[in-house]
């Protein structure tokens, strides 16, 4: 790229822009280029340097999962650039995603003139909407629609300090496409960026931590469930130290990725999408329950206690009743607590650690190798012990895992052992947020290899994010579990036409991928990956795992497509088909 820019003084709208977001210490502005946003783009190209650094994306909802993924990992908020309306639509469902996950993320869109008459013809006028922000904003924190330069330099530092303070989430900020063109007059006042940012989280009430320590002090059977908690190492040490000081036993979900060992002795049950039975039985029997940000905590308890009768004390630490909003349900169902905490979960716990004079927490590594699988017909189960034999070693952080897999199938003992799921079930979003937080594993000089193991089904319906992480040498390491089928409606068709005593053979009408098969790994090659077509057995597999670490050390990005059996476990399979 050539720098053809000698001034350093803004001269049009969107130099201020572009100026701000680089005072805003954005490292990247993920995009796929639309003219409402041309004269943003000139300004990172030709004003600003590339700095933020251009994600040059093939679709809009992989660039916003491009920043999603990157959020799960540095708990910043990248920016994303949509054009237009058509362009935010094409986003939207990434956004929901990232709301329903409470990751920050700054998406800035355009739309059109809004003055009438500097409208070129047509196409400025299909792509102007009034109240753009309110195609998204029952599932955002915050939206602006600025009405002048100012205010949109104001607008973007406001947002992203809104994105940052929790509970986070994505905002949107809607920038006048003639505001952007507008020569600059006076220059706009030095702003002071460090001043604006966002809050530090506080520490609870220490009347409540008194209760709290009284409550827990005097229990004999507690269980905690450990929901959306911090990446943080010191954080993740003082779970463990508080539950062992307790003598809790201590509940996981594999949604929400790595919070507490999976070998510890506190664990009970399997981390997976729906509490499994013994987990539920240690709720059950509990006297005293600890939610720590638990997804939909409430209808946990309503699986367990049917008769809506809970007769354990509750203690609830959590921020997310913030987050709640009259469109979306997201929030869960409504739970009683006895003692409620209105702060992050870990500055509980920390709140906790010191009034109770925590010893040094026991951290027990990864369990042992399972016996390794044989034969060429390979579950879920057996890809997972095939990819442990090979990549324990690595130290893997499984950015996303398989509807199809538990917290037995991929146990951790780190927080960056795995990040959970998308948070609004977005199917698609998989490639994309791979991207992104491999992105931000490699910025952040992690030891941790980047790898995602996806379902067919996802890895199909946005493919195309992986172009933006080849582009930019991002080490990937990518497994495609392929079944030829969107299974979990298998399931779900099988459960419905044997309760209507209808022919449950014909679950797959309608949701298998076959005649004629899909080439997947020819897709993967497409957009510049390694990868050497359908592997079949556990023998091909292991020998292609070795090459495509290769390509991933050297700094490339390689998928694996695995002939899948097809199946879930016990848990997810007995959720899909309750209500029937």
Same mark, same amino acid.
């Given at each position: 790229?050539?720098?053809?820019? +000698?001034?350093?003084?803004?001269?049009?709208?969107?130099? *201020?822009?572009?100026?701000?977001?680089?005072?805003?210490?954005?490292?990247?502005?993920?995009?796929?280029?639309?003219?409402?946003?041309?004269?943003?783009?000139?300004?990172?190209?030709?004003?600003?340097?590339?700095?933020?650094?251009?994600?040059?994306?093939?679709?809009?909802?992989?660039?916003?999962?491009?920043?999603?993924?990157?959020?799960?990992?540095?708990? !910043?908020?990248?920016?994303?650039?949509?054009?237009?309306?058509?362009?935010?639509?094409?986003?939207?469902?990434?956004?929901?995603?990232?709301?329903?996950?409470?990751?920050?993320?700054?998406?800035?869109? /355009?739309?059109?003139?809004?003055?009438?008459?500097?409208?070129?013809?047509?196409?400025?006028?299909?792509?102007?909407?009034?109240?753009?922000?309110?195609?998204?904003?029952?599932?955002?924190?915050?939206?602006?629609? #600025?009405?002048?330069?100012?205010?949109?330099?104001?607008?973007?530092?406001?947002?992203?300090?809104?994105?940052?303070?929790?509970? !986070?989430? #994505?905002?949107?900020?809607?920038?006048?496409?003639?505001? +952007?063109?507008?020569? *600059?007059?006076? /220059?706009?006042?030095?702003?002071?960026?460090?001043?604006?940012?966002?809050?530090?989280?506080?520490?609870? &009430?220490?009347?409540? *931590?008194? $209760?709290?320590?009284?409550?827990?002090?005097?229990?004999?059977?507690?269980?905690?469930?450990?929901?959306?908690?911090?990446?943080?190492?010191?954080?993740?040490?003082?779970?463990?130290?508080?539950?062992?000081?307790?003598?809790?036993?201590?509940?996981?979900?594999?949604?929400?990725?790595?919070?507490?060992?999976?070998?510890?002795?506190?664990?009970?049950?399997? /981390?997976?999408?729906?509490?499994?039975?013994?987990?539920?039985?240690?709720?059950?029997?509990?006297?005293?329950?600890?939610?720590?940000?638990?997804?939909?905590?409430?209808?946990?308890? !309503?699986?367990?206690?049917?008769?809506?009768?809970?007769?354990?004390?509750?203690?609830?630490?959590?921020?997310?009743?913030?987050?709640?909003?009259?469109?979306?349900?997201?929030?869960?169902?409504?739970?009683?607590?006895?003692?409620?905490?209105?702060?992050?979960?870990?500055?509980?716990?920390?709140a906790l650690a010191a009034a109770l004079g925590l010893a040094k927490a026991t951290l027990p590594g990864l369990p042992s190798q399972p016996e390794l699988p044989t034969g060429d017909i390979l579950?879920? +189960?057996?890809?997972?012990?095939?990819?442990?034999?090979?990549?324990?070693?690595?130290?893997?952080?499984?950015?996303?895992? #398989?509807?199809?897999?538990?917290?037995?199938?991929?146990?951790?003992?780190?927080?960056?052992?795995?990040?959970?799921?998308?948070?609004?079930?977005?199917?698609?979003?998989?490639?994309?947020? &791979?991207?992104?937080?491999?992105?931000?594993?490699?910025?952040?000089? $992690?030891?941790?290899?980047?790898?995602?193991?996806?379902?067919?089904?996802?890895?199909?319906?946005?493919?195309?994010?992986?172009?933006?992480?080849?582009?930019?040498?991002?080490?990937?390491?990518?497994?495609?579990?392929?079944?030829?089928?969107?299974?979990?409606?298998?399931?779900?068709?099988?459960?419905?036409?044997?309760?209507?005593?209808?022919?449950?053979?014909?679950?797959?009408?309608?949701?298998?991928?076959?005649?004629?098969?899909?080439?997947?790994?020819?897709?993967?090659?497409?957009?510049?990956?390694?990868?050497?077509?359908? *592997?079949?057995?556990?023998?091909?597999?292991?020998?292609?795992?070795?090459? /495509?670490?290769?390509?991933?050390?050297?700094?490339?990005? &390689?998928?694996?497509?695995?002939?899948?059996?097809?199946?879930?476990?016990?848990?997810?399979?007995?959720?899909?088909?309750?209500?029937?």
């Amino acid at each position: 790229m050539q720098d053809k820019t +000698q001034n350093q003084t803004p001269e049009w709208g969107s130099d *201020v822009i572009a100026e701000t977001l680089r005072a805003l210490d954005m490292r990247y502005i993920a995009l796929n280029p639309g003219a409402s946003y041309r004269g943003i783009h000139d300004s990172l190209v030709n004003f600003t340097s590339d700095d933020p650094e251009i994600l040059l994306c093939i679709h809009e909802e992989a660039a916003v999962a491009i920043a999603h993924g990157w959020a799960k990992i540095t708990g !910043r908020a990248m920016a994303v650039a949509l054009h237009s309306n058509v362009g935010l639509m094409h986003g939207s469902m990434g956004i929901f995603n990232a709301f329903c996950d409470r990751v920050p993320m700054m998406v800035i869109g /355009a739309t059109g003139p809004l003055d009438a008459a500097k409208r070129r013809p047509w196409i400025e006028w299909i792509h102007t909407a009034q109240d753009q922000g309110a195609l998204v904003r029952d599932f955002i924190k915050w939206d602006d629609q #600025p009405g002048s330069v100012a205010a949109a330099r104001e607008a973007l530092l406001q947002g992203t300090a809104i994105a940052e303070t929790a509970p !986070r989430g #994505p905002v949107y900020v809607n920038i006048d496409a003639a505001l +952007q063109e507008e020569k *600059v007059g006076t /220059a706009l006042a030095p702003i002071d960026v460090r001043r604006r940012g966002a809050p530090v989280s506080t520490d609870p &009430a220490a009347e409540l *931590v008194a $209760s709290a320590t009284a409550m827990l002090g005097d229990a004999k059977s507690i269980v905690m469930l450990m929901g959306r908690m911090s990446r943080d190492l010191d954080d993740w040490n003082r779970r463990v130290a508080l539950a062992e000081h307790l003598g809790a036993r201590v509940i996981t979900d594999f949604k929400t990725g790595s919070t507490f060992p999976t070998t510890h002795a506190a664990t009970i049950g399997k /981390a997976g999408y729906f509490p499994d039975a013994d987990a539920k039985a240690a709720i059950a029997a509990a006297d005293v329950i600890v939610n720590f940000d638990w997804l939909d905590f409430g209808g946990t308890l !309503r699986s367990v206690f049917t008769d809506g009768v809970v007769p354990a004390k509750i203690i609830s630490a959590s921020l997310d009743s913030y987050a709640h909003r009259g469109w979306s349900k997201d929030g869960g169902a409504p739970f009683p607590a006895d003692i409620a905490f209105m702060n992050e979960p870990d500055r509980v716990i920390a709140a906790l650690a010191a009034a109770l004079g925590l010893a040094k927490a026991t951290l027990p590594g990864l369990p042992s190798q399972p016996e390794l699988p044989t034969g060429d017909i390979l579950t879920p +189960q057996d890809i997972a012990a095939l990819l442990r034999s090979k990549l324990d070693a690595h130290k893997p952080c499984l950015i996303r895992g #398989p509807l199809s897999w538990t917290g037995a199938d991929w146990p951790v003992d780190h927080p960056l052992g795995a990040l959970g799921y998308d948070g609004g079930g977005g199917i698609g979003s998989g490639c994309g947020m &791979a991207v992104g937080a491999a992105l931000a594993l490699r910025d952040t000089e $992690s030891d941790r290899l980047p790898l995602a193991v996806l379902g067919d089904g996802d890895f199909l319906m946005n493919a195309s994010a992986l172009w933006t992480g080849i582009n930019k040498k991002v080490p990937l390491l990518v497994i495609v579990l392929n079944n030829r089928s969107f299974y979990n409606d298998e399931v779900h068709q099988e459960t419905v036409a044997k309760h209507r005593r209808r022919p449950p053979e014909n679950k797959h009408v309608g949701i298998v991928m076959n005649d004629p098969d899909i080439d997947i790994s020819a897709i993967a090659r497409g957009f510049g990956a390694f990868s050497p077509g359908l *592997v079949r057995g556990a023998d091909a597999l292991l020998q292609t795992i070795d090459g /495509a670490l290769a390509v991933v050390a050297d700094g490339g990005t &390689a998928v694996i497509e695995i002939d899948t059996a097809k199946g879930y476990a016990p848990s997810m399979v007995g959720a899909l088909r309750s209500g029937s």
